[in-house]
């Protein structure tokens, strides 16, 4: 089965946006989570290279996600 490359899964919807690259992500590219409701238990963001996760996203997703986690 191929899978988008990009998406946000929640019980009954799943999301799908285009990310060029894991440097290009930004806050505006996880403003859902700021609006869906239950929030979510656990943010997991799987990346080919989690090293190259822009530091300031990571330092807020972790303050404002329960749990956070970049694989």
Known sequence: ?????????????VFIWEV?????????DFIILKYIAPKPTY????????LKFPAKLRDHLLK????????
């Open 1 to 13: 089965m191929v899978y988008p490359p990009c998406m946000v899964i929640f019980r009954t919807q």
């Open 64 to 71: 404002v996600c329960e749990n956070f986690d970049i694989l």
């Open 43 to 50: 943010v997991i963001v799987g990346v080919n290279e989690p």
């Open 20 to 28: 060029l690259s894991v440097e290009t992500l930004t806050l505006d």
